[in-house]
């Protein structure tokens, strides 16, 4: 079993700065890709930014040139900084890993964090 644990969520004023980070842990061979989404309650979780294994990043237009996501194959750790934060973005916010590996046999699966919340104040 593979689990992932965030932390950094918390309340921030409008302008501020955060770090969330993210730890995969268990049965781990290897990992395609991890991310971050959020979600604000009675809506959709979105796609914030994602980083491949290979270091290839993805951005959603709205965090563009505010937020950056790095990681460390190493440690099976991604991390999210997030500068100049707006009351829009405050939500829950959910690290994922995809095409997990635990083994050389059977397919890979996908998992995701139990999430960390991050309030902006304006």
């Known amino acids: 079993q593979v689990q992932l644990v965030e932390s950094g969520g918390g309340l921030v004023q409008a302008g501020g700065s955060l770090r969330l980070s993210c730890a995969a842990s268990?049965?781990?061979?290897?990992?395609?890709?991890m991310g971050w989404y959020r979600q604000v309650l009675g809506k959709q979780r979105e796609l914030v930014a994602t980083?491949?294994?290979?270091?290839?990043?993805n951005y959603a237009d709205s965090v563009k040139d505010r937020f950056t996501i790095s990681g460390d194959n190493a440690k099976n750790t991604v991390y999210l900084q997030m500068n100049s934060l707006k009351p829009e973005d405050t939500a829950a916010y959910y690290c994922n890993a995809i095409r997990v590996r635990s083994s050389y046999f059977g397919s890979s699966k996908g998992y995701w964090g139990q999430g960390t919340q991050v309030t902006v104040s304006s």
């Open positions: 268990g049965s781990i061979l290897s990992i395609g890709a």
């Open positions: 980083i491949t294994s290979g270091g290839t990043t």
